[in-house]
Every structure is written in structure tokens, then in C-alpha cells.
T-cell receptor
């Protein structure tokens, strides 16, 4: 069964600190993995995309890693800001159908305190 | 910011009423999706469309129906709203571009049935 598991479920950190969010998946065949940021009451917005051949991708203070062999990804946030408070969702796309089916994790709820 | 719009953003309605949630995108994407998301939970696919006159049910059973008469428009209808339909509904669209397929999300409609 294709699944996406994220940890931790929630995380509280102080402003300026770093944190790492984890994503494990069983989706196969694999096409890509995206990390989305979802602010409360809004739709998800893509932060990074990782394809099979990519190990690391950065977008400002966000750095995503992918280990396609172990089917694990992480999202590292450096020097956190209050505006980073949001839900971070790992989304894996398969390439086994014309739909390009999206599989969503439950998300990690990050809260940054001043 | 993605060119995909949902209306209304918030809706409170009585049991038994018929409602239509609107979703429009101006990116010319063939694929459109409706997701249902309860607080703190993952997104569940309830409907999707490959293109005009194409609609399919998603993983999560839903009493709602959809139509796709025009490429840019993908409305969702509930013939008789019930309290169990209270949730957030997210519309998304995508253009299949191989391994870099990305779904763009609307802001969501938060529905409360009383």
C-alpha cells in the first residue's frame, strides 16, 4: 500500500533555532517528492521538489534531502522565523498512472515561539 | 502566487441545503482535483478530472458530485448538506510535466453545516 509517514506530528521551537522534519514513504514507482508549506486556513504551497536522482535541494532557509534507496526525505529549516509556523506536508507523486497520483503525509505542525 | 481560486472562503449553512463550491484556474491545466481535509489530518482525494467531461471519484467516499464542462472550472456540489460534511475543501490543478509535476492549490473553502 502506498503511504507517506511524517514525523514528528508537531514541533515547537524557539525563534532562530534549526529543526529537521522527517518523511518516510512506500510509494512506488516513485516520480518525485515535494515538501509543501500550509499556513492555517490556506492551501499548501510548494517549497522544494526532489526527483529520483537528486539528493539535496535548497530554497533559502529550507533544505530538503532525499534517499531514494531507503525512501526517506528530510526538510531542514535553519534560523527559524515566526512566519515559519505552519504545517509542512510531504507529498510523493507516483509515475504509475497518467494521473501522476499524489500521496500526502499528515504533516508536521511547526510552531515557532519568540 | 498560483492562479487558482475558490469561493466562498467560508460557508456556514443549514442541514438539508444544496451548496456548490466553486473552483477556477487560469493556468490551462487539464487535471483538477478536490481534496477534503479535517483539522490536523491529511488531505483526502474525493474527486479528480483529467479534462473536460472527465470526472472520477477519489479515494475517500463522498456524497458530493462534480462537473467539468470547461477546462478552467471544476465546481463541487452537495445536494443536501449534513453536519458530517463540515470540513475544509481544497481544490488543486496540475499540468503533467513529467518528473516535475506540481499541484497548485486554492485557498480552500471551510464549510460548516449546522
Amino acid at each position: 500500500k502506498n503511504q507517506v509517514e511524517q514525523s514528528p506530528q508537531s514541533l515547537i521551537i524557539l525563534e532562530g533555532k534549526n529543526c529537521t522534519l522527517q518523511c518516510n514513504y512506500t510509494v512506488s514507482p516513485f516520480s518525485n517528492l515535494r515538501w509543501y508549506k500550509q499556513d492555517t486556513g490556506r492551501g499548501p504551497v510548494s517549497l522544494t521538489i526532489m526527483t529520483f536522482s537528486e539528493n539535496t535541494k535548497s530554497n533559502g532557509r529550507y533544505t530538503a534531502t532525499l534517499d531514494a534507496d531507503t525512501k526517506q526525505s528530510s526538510l531542514h529549516i535553519t534560523a527559524s522565523q515566526l512566519s515559519d509556523s505552519a504545517s509542512y506536508i510531504c507529498v510523493v507523486t507516483d509515475r504509475g498512472s497518467t494521473l501522476g497520483r499524489l500521496y500526502f503525509g499528515r504533516g508536521t505542525q511547526l510552531t515557532v515561539w519568540p | 502566487e498560483a492562479d487558482i481560486y475558490q469561493t466562498p472562503r467560508y460557508l456556514v449553512i443549514g442541514t438539508g441545503k444544496k451548496i456548490t463550491l466553486e473552483c477556477s484556474q487560469t493556468m490551462g491545466h487539464d487535471k483538477m482535483y478536490w481534496y477534503q481535509q479535517d483539522p490536523g489530518m491529511e488531505l483526502h482525494l474525493i474527486h479528480y478530472s483529467y479534462g473536460v467531461n472527465s470526472t472520477e471519484k477519489g479515494d475517500l467516499s463522498s456524497e458530493s458530485t462534480v462537473s467539468r464542462i470547461r477546462t478552467e472550472h471544476f465546481p463541487l456540489t452537495l445536494e443536501s448538506a449534513r453536519p458530517s460534511h463540515t470540513s475544509q475543501y481544497l481544490c488543486a490543478s496540475s499540468a503533467h510535466t513529467g518528473v516535475h509535476t506540481e499541484a497548485f492549490f486554492g485557498q480552500g473553502t471551510r464549510l460548516t453545516v449546522v
